[in-house]
């Protein structure tokens, strides 16, 4: 809804949880692979004193201290630091028609992405892409993997693990689990520790309120008290190793007993036509442009 003088790609989704945040990363790859230097713009997040925040530029680390971040902000803003689509999740196929503002998006759409079709059950795939042609029929639409990466992920076999995942994923997103549920299951772990016994404070008021969550641990840290209170209720929790499945790297704002280690997803391509093509052709003339790109 911003008037730029740059050309824009907007990414939005029907959902929390869809894969905006590894999506954006590919658009700015491809963007950059045109030669031009791409600028993330994203709506604020109501946290803190608003009248500080309402215009943050984050380039470094050291931008995260200084704004006083969540963790919800950091998953955001992190891994872009570190370097018209629509993104629809048919592990919850449907709920692009009865969300505000998803079925807004999903109608206003150029490109309809439908991520995670490499862990979706085929129905909900289908359901989704039946949906989209009926209520979105100009979107062009793309099939996407949220490719998980794990640098080791020989210490998962065997293993109790303790998953930490994407906290509004599972709490309003209304998703039981995420990606490190699944690559815990992919590598052979033993055991998904059931965090839900030795949560403390704030952290067993999530787990209450948001009873459809599974044996994983959301990531909430909307402040310090509750970042700490994260991090006992994960030193509270019996496991041989804590596999954190959020965008931003906790091992920087928390101190685990445990040994730990980090699940990344990435946009994957899943067959033909590839996001590139189908952007490439949408910002025909754009991307060559003198000039960035907004």
Partial sequence: MLKPKKPTVAVCAV??????????????????????????VRHPMPYGDLTKQVVQRFSGFSDFDAHHCT?????????????????????????ELRYYPGETNMIMADIAVINKVDSAPADGVAQVRENIKTHAPRAEIVTAESALLVDEPDRIAGKRVLVVEDGPTLTHGEMAFGAGFIAAETHGAA?????????????????DRYPHIGPVLPAMGYGDVQTRELEATINA??????????????????????????????????????????????????????????
């Fill in 237 to 294: 929790t019996p496991c041989d190793l804590v596999l954190f499945a959020t965008p931003v790297n906790l091992s920087r704002l928390l101190t685990i007993d445990a040994p730990t280690l980090r699940v990344r997803y990435e946009y994957r391509d899943h067959g033909d036509p590839r996001l590139a093509d189908v952007l490439e052709r949408k910002l025909t003339g754009m991307l060559d442009r003198d000039g960035g790109h907004g």
């Fill in 71 to 95: 963790i919800e902000e950091r998953e955001e803003y992190e891994p872009l630091v570190e370097r018209g689509i629509v993104l629809f999740d048919p592990h919850r196929p449907g709920h």
């Fill in 15 to 40: 959902r929390t949880g869809c894969g905006k945040s590894q999506t954006t990363r590919e658009v700015c790859r491809i963007i950059r692979d045109h030669g031009k230097t791409p600028v993330v």
């Fill in 191 to 207: 055991e998904r520790v059931d965090p839900r016994p030795h949560a403390v404070g704030s952290i067993r008021k999530t787990f």
